[in-house]
């Protein structure tokens, strides 16, 4: 659906095609773009804010007393704080602010797997730690993925999942805490800076794929790190970690800043999320982003006993695949319908299937100094 309305737009994350045609979901946007033969697809994540501002200084405010700002800011919207929390290094982070800001929080939102107890530790670090009996915890299990991946338009109606797990926040939790509280709003750690360097020149930029689940402007959900009601959290952080990589031993390439450094296998994840200003980490998250970057599905779909997935995920999907279990197949048919568009036009997929990331605009930061 093609949205139209102009304080929602400018406030929320958004798919543009053709510099005037916006959508708030990846697939739908795609497929008006390929019904258009077009390639010009951008991700605006809140341009309208960002590209007034500043970004070739550091901000003179330090990154404690933002993150307190945007504290308040949250706190003095006066409704029902939620925080998602996975215990990483981002929800680790804002917990703390949150905690230090006297933030009342109403309730904590948890996944775990059945599959492994990367996050459990964190849970229980958090009910130990966490004293105020008024905040209630919700903990999530496998069932969710039965409510998300309830038909077969699952993955094209959220725009989600394509790895294959309820990544938060999701529409059956959302749905869940708006019929607890009264008008919450749903807090996520969302997200660490992402630099591009291109000619020798430095850039903040935005991917889709790791927004897609906060950008429904219905939704309540607000990202901490990146908001266009303090945009100078997040120049904050994209400087924090430009200077960091500057003093950095290692050659400065654009191989090296534009991906190695943002892959766990090849950069030590725990180094790079303190440079970006996050307080620690309670579950794991370097072996999270390694097992993810290691995954992978194969779906034949000529031959569904041929379909297979490797890494994080794989016991409950091949063991559902060989059940024939519903939430399986509805996937498999979400993802076939994914393909379709790719099939069509290839140029936004990678060859396994997963989503090529679409880009926000570049957001000049200045010139190298290795160059």
């Known amino acids: 659906m093609i949205v139209s309305n102009k304080d929602l737009l400018e406030n929320s994350m958004s798919y543009i095609v053709d510099g005037r045609h916006r959508f708030f979901n990846r697939w739908r946007a795609l497929e008006y773009a390929v019904s258009k033969n077009t390639r010009d697809v951008k991700f605006d994540m809140f341009d309208s804010v960002f590209s007034k501002q500043c970004w070739t200084k550091n901000p003179e405010t330090s990154w404690e007393t933002l993150c ?3 504290c308040q800011q949250i706190k003095n919207k006066n409704r029902p704080v939620v925080l998602l929390w996975s215990g990483g290094t981002d929800s680790y982070t804002v917990y703390n602010a949150l905690c230090r800001n006297n933030v009342k929080i109403s309730a904590f939102v948890t996944k775990l797997r059945s599959d492994e107890n990367l996050v459990n530790a964190s849970v229980d670090w958090l009910r130990k730690t966490h004293t105020d009996p008024d905040t209630e915890f919700i903990i999530q299990g496998d069932e969710i993925m039965n409510q998300n ?15 294959f797990w309820v990544s938060c926040p999701d529409p059956a939790t959302i749905n869940l805490l708006k019929s607890k509280f009264d008008n919450p709003i749903i807090v996520v750690g969302l997200e660490k800076p992402r630099l591009w360097l291109e000619n020798n020149n430095w850039y903040s930029i935005g991917i889709d794929t790791f927004f897609i689940s906060a950008m429904d402007p219905l939704n309540d959900v607000e990202m901490f790190f990146i908001s266009p ?16 990589i500057e003093q950095q031993s290692h050659s ?28 620690g980490d309670l579950s794991n998250s ?19 006993s041929n ?3 490797i890494g994080r995920g794989a016991t409950i999907f091949n063991q559902g695949l060989i059940d024939r279990h519903p939430l399986i197949m509805n996937y498999i048919r979400s993802r076939r319908m994914i393909e379709e568009i790719s099939q069509v036009e290839p140029y936004w997929s990678n060859s396994d299937g997963s989503p090529i990331g679409i880009v926000t605009t570049k957001f000049f930061m200045g010139t190298s ?3």
């Open 149 to 163: 991946y309830a038909n077969q338009n699952c993955l094209i109606d959220t725009s989600c999942y394509h790895t």
């Open 307 to 309: 379909s297979y997935m």
């Open 68 to 70: 307190n700002i945007r």
């Open 369 to 371: 100094n290795n160059g």
């Open 229 to 244: 009601e303090l945009p100078e959290l997040h120049i904050k952080q994209c400087w924090m970690l430009k200077s960091w």
């Open 252 to 279: 400065i390439t654009e191989q090296f800043v534009n991906h190695d450094i943002h892959d766990a296998r090849k950069f030590n994840w725990q180094t790079f999320a303190q440079a970006c200003g996050r307080d």
């Open 286 to 304: 370097h072996i999270q982003k390694i097992t993810a970057r290691d995954t992978k599905i194969v779906i034949d779909l000529n031959n569904l």
